[in-house]
T-cell receptor, first 110, second 116 residues
Framework: RKEVEQDPGPFNVPEGATVAFNCTYS??????FFWYRQDCRKEPKLLMSVYSSGNEDGRFTAQLNRASQYISLLIRDSKLSDSATYLC???????????FGTGTRLLVSP | DTGVSQDPRHKITKRGQNVTFRCDPI?????LYWYRQTLGQGPEFLTYFQNEAQLEKSRLLSDRFSAERPKGSFSTLEIQRTEQGDSAMYLCASSSTSGSGSYEQYFGPGTRLTVT
């Protein structure tokens, strides 16, 4: 089983739509969780850290369910500029490395 | 620009040649990481430094790979006797040990390696 699993998509949505991505992780001892955004042939950029209580940043909401080992990202009012690959990331317990999912591709169309 | 920088951005080399990449982290960050990313995959961890000490190495880092961070600032990643399977994007990231965001890593633009 992969350490971090995501639906690869692509998710095709119209502008203004709400879209949700899900991710599961295998190591229950993981303590830090993130969503990164990656544009084609560019580096991953930190979108948001995910906290136990859930957190929101503008149109983006991240939630964590430790019991189910599940992380989600909700994007409201999608913009064309949201088109990218969204990477679910967890820390590897006892190590400094981050473990990345393969990413979920989002395509927002006019 | 105070972000992570990497040089070169692109490298094309023939199989069997040696290549070296450089990474300059964010200046106040004492942790530096190397990752490798191939098409359709997320980045995979290669190695990590805290200051000048190399503290973690992935099994992906074969004997042909070596990384250094001699003064705890910039780092180099060398690949000897390159193989076609080494073709990938090599990403460098840095983070700080202080504050609540100590696991947050910030990536450079990457070095895209093509081995022909």
């Amino acid at each position: 089983r992969k350490e971090v699993e995501q639906d690869p998509g692509p998710f095709n949505v119209p502008e203004g739509a709400t879209v949700a991505f899900n991710c599961t992780y295998s190591n229950s001892a993981s303590q830090s969780f993130f969503w990164y955004r990656q544009d084609c042939r560019k580096e991953p950029k930190l979108l948001m850290s995910v906290y136990s209580s859930g957190n929101e940043d503008g149109r983006f909401t991240a939630q964590l369910n430790r019991a189910s080992q599940y992380i989600s990202l909700l994007i409201r009012d999608s913009k064309l500029s949201d088109s990218a690959t969204y990477l679910c990331v967890v820390n590897s317990p006892g190590f400094q490395k981050l473990v990345f999912g393969t990413g979920t591709r989002l395509l927002v169309s006019p | 620009d105070t972000g992570v920088s990497q040089d070169p951005r692109h490298k094309i080399t023939k199989r069997g040649q040696n290549v070296t990449f450089r990474c300059d982290p964010i200046s106040e960050h004492n942790r530096l990481y190397w990752y490798r990313q191939t098409l359709g995959q997320g980045p995979e961890f290669l190695t990590y430094f805290q200051n000048e000490a190399q503290l973690e190495k992935s099994r992906l880092l074969s004997d042909r790979f070596s990384a250094e961070r001699p003064k705890g600032s910039f780092s180099t990643l060398e690949i000897q006797r390159t193989e076609q399977g080494d073709s990938a994007m090599y990403l460098c990231a840095s983070s700080s040990t202080s504050g609540s965001g100590s696991y947050e890593q910030y990536f450079g633009p990457g070095t895209r390696l093509t081995v022909t």
